[in-house]
């Protein structure tokens, strides 16, 4: 698909942008799976 040269530049920078979020979203997902996961051995080995 052929863009204008200003909108090109744009749909580029979209991308790289919901490319970036995305990553953001995924690791933040990961790091409170593993923050869950310390709290509960936390819990468990107090006890």
Do not use: D, H
């Not at 040269?5 to 933040?28: C, D, P």
């Amino acid at each position: 698909m052929e863009l204008p040269e200003g909108i090109r530049s744009m749909v580029y920078t979209n991308n790289a942008l919901e490319r970036l979020l995305k990553n953001f979203k995924r690791r933040l997902k990961q790091w409170k799976c593993v923050k869950a996961r310390l709290q509960l051995r936390n819990i468990f080995t107090c006890y």
